[in-house]
Nanobody, 129 residues
Framework: VQLVVTGGGLVQTGGSLGLSCAAS????????LGWFRQAPGKEREGISC????????YNSNPVKGRFTVTLDEDKNIAYLQMTDLRPDDTATYYC???????????????????????WGRGTQVTVSA
């Protein structure tokens, strides 16, 4: 599975930004798609993940109500719409995917970076104060 992340950039506090993650190559019938981020000096964290089979979304507490993950399965593209951005959202953002059979249907599994085998290259999101 190859994942290509596009989007990102510089935005002011309170602004919005969208990311895309296009998948190609081997695909899974049912898969988990996750958005993750890593700020300098911090561990990579799961922020918004979705099950393709059920549409169930798992959001981390810092982004609940602000970030939305969606899937366009016809195009094999996932999106992350980010609103009300804050300086502490500044990080490198990644998408990752894996077969849903590898994960239990709970937030602790979907938001755990170690549970994903396939990763796209990160894109920088910088939120200015």
């Amino acid at each position: 599975v190859q994942l290509v992340v596009t989007g990102g950039g510089l935005v002011q506090t309170g602004g919005s930004l969208g990311l895309s993650c296009a998948a190609s190559g081997r695909t899974f019938r049912n898969y988990a798609l996750g958005w993750f981020r890593q700020a300098p000096g911090k561990e990579r964290e799961g922020i918004s993940c979705i099950s393709s089979a059920t549409g169930k979304v798992y959001n981390s507490n810092p982004v609940k109500g602000r970030f939305t993950v969606t899937l366009d399965e016809d195009k094999n593209i996932a999106y992350l719409q980010m609103t009300d951005l804050r300086p502490d959202d500044t990080a490198t953002y990644y998408c990752a995917a894996d077969g849903a059979y590898r994960l239990s249907p709970q937030a602790s599994d979907y938001l755990r970076p170690q549970n994903y085998q396939f990763w796209g290259r990160g894109t920088q999101v910088t939120v200015s104060a």
